[in-house]
């Protein structure tokens, strides 16, 4: 049981939905998100663990990024990891929540 929260930005399927498991089933809040639907792989994360929020974003999109960031409001981020190739620099942790590790980018 942890009290920390990570941030999984591509966590529909494969690295980014294994990485949100492994927060999951180490005690972790994750913030999940996904492009589209949730997927069948993450809902039955989110139900298995009760740990799991999904969010919606693209990280092409900037005011979808301001709109997640104002979502999360004061919550604190304590790692995030992103997935997707490529990412836009507004994606970088350190501009997402001033609370997040670029550690583990
Ligand atoms: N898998 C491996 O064995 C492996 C090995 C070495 C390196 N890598 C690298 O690790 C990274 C992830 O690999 P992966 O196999 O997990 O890739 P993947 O199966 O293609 O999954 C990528 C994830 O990122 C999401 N995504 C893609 N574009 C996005 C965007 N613009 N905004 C937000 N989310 C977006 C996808 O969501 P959607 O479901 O919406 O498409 C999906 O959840 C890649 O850079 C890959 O080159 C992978």
Known sequence: MTDRTALVVGASRSLGLALAGEFADRGWDVVATVRGDTS??????????????????????TAGIAALRERLGDRR??????????PTPTCRPHRCRPRCSPRSW
């Not at 069948?40 to 999109?61: C, K, Q, S």
């Not at 981020?77 to 490529?86: E, M, N, V, W």
């Open 40 to 61: 069948e792989g993450l809902a039955e994360l989110a139900a298995r663990t009760g740990r799991v929020t999904v969010e919606r974003l693209d990280i092409t999109d």
């Open 77 to 86: 981020i304590d790692r995030c990891s992103s997935t997707p190739a490529s």
